[in-house]
């Protein structure tokens, strides 16, 4: 039964993106300030070998004129009774004292630190949810791989470069996936920087090694040959690449004894396609939604661009709008989309974020088949529920959208608060939600009307998704882009159709 009648989305301001744990920037910062408090604790550990090191150093200085002294005239210096007694107490007591000195563990403190942390430590799912996301956002804004490794990104505060090491761990993680079109993107990269002389600790024939198997996975068996060849030429005992070579060579010389030139048509044609899949999780309408995202395919003509006005909203006669009534604006109109303009304040906004960040989990959705909430590959972000009992912020909040609305809000849903890091994202579905300011990315899209909505701090998107019949809007299915730069913090409310009876009365035409 459909029961969610809209979504309003309150934008709040900045602060990546994996299956799992770290996919809140929240969380992603701490691990910046862990990173922090470890390079302070190396560096006291460095001090202290250094210090040690200093001790050593003097001592041994100090000996060494000493016994270049004493090895001149051995008799005559222990003749004296004090130089005597001296080499016996240092051989005696201080050599051992020395001894103890070397031998002193000063990486205790470091060691301790760092095992404390590690438990806060991204484990591997982690390092390869992040790489998933940086080819998702691949995708998703047509970035080439060089823009992406030179830090060439929209909006950037602090450029970053991606390393042969880098680059070889993407395509390694793309190869695992069997996402063969990314691995060959990723190796040929790395196979680029190695060529403009990046020293690395990988090799090129490590590189060819996985780039010419992901070319003959996609169909291109000339240039898996030529790329065999070369990785010989390299490493002419590489066990794997003779075998590879030897087969190449089998279906090829095969394919041309056979002569069958409609075959050989079909063969290309089925390569073309297999390049062209991009992603292994593609859907049909992600070419739609990818577009949007990007700010291309919006279908908003100019004339009814005309009809689309900014407002001031006094929630039909609302007492505490007529003084100083809200700012509203028509982003769409079918499906009809309003944005209100600063209706949540900063100082809100962070006791809203403060409230969640310590509950934020891994966003989950339904499951049609079990009837269980679970996490999806399609839905990247964090979330937490705030009750308008806990904080007489929230509760403030709460009213304001029954203010503004003109709906009741006691049947409604708690108050979201989600988090979108880089990468995060949610493709396309119903609600039958959302946002801060981004510095590239972030928008909400919708693909079947071509739509986009793009965050701005400090505003709410409003919108029904369903009918006055109650019969489900599905022009109203909807997308939040993945984040390219920067992070979203969202809050989403919604409100039951229950409740609703006289503030939105139910109309006979399905449609309506």
């Not at 503030?503 to 309506?512: D, K, Y």
């Amino acid at each position: 039964m459909i029961w969610c009648i809209l979504i309003v989305a309150i934008l709040l301001p900045q602060s990546l993106a994996h299956p799992g744990f770290f996919t809140s920037i929240g969380q992603m910062t701490d691990l910046i300030y862990t990173e922090k408090d470890l390079v302070t604790s190396l560096k006291d550990y460095i001090k202290a070998e250094e210090d040690k090191l200093e001790q050593i150093k003097k001592w041994a200085e100090k000996l060494d004129r000493l016994t270049s002294t004493a090895t001149k005239d051995p008799e005559g210096f222990v003749g004296h009774p004090v130089n005597a007694f001296k080499l016996v107490k240092r051989l005696n007591t201080e050599w051992s004292e020395l001894e103890n000195l070397v031998l002193k563990d000063m990486s205790d403190g470091f060691i301790s630190n760092l095992t404390i942390q590690r438990q806060y430590f991204p484990n591997d799912e982690d390092q390869v949810g992040a790489a998933k996301a940086l080819l998702r956002l691949q995708d998703t804004y047509n970035l080439d791989t060089d823009t992406i490794s030179k830090g060439n990104l929209p909006g950037v505060k602090h450029k970053s470069f991606l390393t042969v090491e880098d680059c070889f761990e993407l395509g390694k993680v793309a190869y695992t996936e069997a996402d063969y079109y990314h691995t060959e993107l990723w190796m040929e990269q790395a196979l680029r920087q190695l060529d403009e002389g990046e020293v690395s600790t990988i090799d090129k024939v490590s590189v060819l090694d996985y780039l010419s198997y992901a070319v003959y996975q996609q169909g291109d068996l000339d240039k898996a040959l030529l790329l065999t060849k070369k990785l010989l030429e390299l490493d002419p005992e590489h066990q794997r690449a003779n075998g590879n070579l030897k087969y190449f060579e089998y279906i090829m010389a095969k394919e041309k004894d056979d002569n069958k030139s409609a075959s050989d048509d079909q063969s290309d044609q089925k390569t073309t396609s297999k390049k062209k899949g991009v992603a292994v999780d593609y859907l049909p309408e992600r070419q739609k939604y990818e577009m949007l995202c990007r700010g291309e395919g919006i279908k908003m003509t100019p004339r009814r661009q005309k009809k689309l006005f900014c407002r001031y909203h006094d929630g039909n006669r609302n007492p505490k709008f007529i003084l100083a009534p809200a700012k509203q604006e028509d982003e769409w109109d079918k499906p009809r989309i309003i944005r209100f303009h600063d209706i949540i304040s900063d100082a809100e906004i962070e006791i809203v974020k403060d409230l969640a960040k310590p509950r934020l989990s891994r966003a989950t959705v339904h499951d049609p088949e079990t009837g269980k909430l679970t996490t999806a590959q399609y839905r990247v972000s964090k979330s937490a529920w705030l009750s308008g009992y806990e904080n007489p912020v929230v509760s403030r909040i709460n009213m304001r959208i029954q203010d503004l609305t003109g709906l009741d809000v006691s049947t409604a849903e708690e108050l979201q608060v989600a988090n979108y890091g880089v990468g995060g994202q949610y493709e396309p579905h119903f609600d039958f939600a959302r946002m801060s300011d981004v510095s590239a990315g972030g928008a909400t899209v919708f693909p079947e009307v071509g739509a986009s909505v793009w965050p701005k701090k400090g505003t709410a998107v409003f919108w029904y998704n369903l009918f006055a019949s109650g019969e489900g809007d599905y022009s109203t299915r909807h997308a939040a882009c993945p984040v390219l730069v920067g992070n979203k913090w969202v809050s989403n409310k919604w409100l039951h159709e229950r409740g609703q009876e006289f503030r939105r009365p139910c109309t006979l035409s399905e449609l309506e």
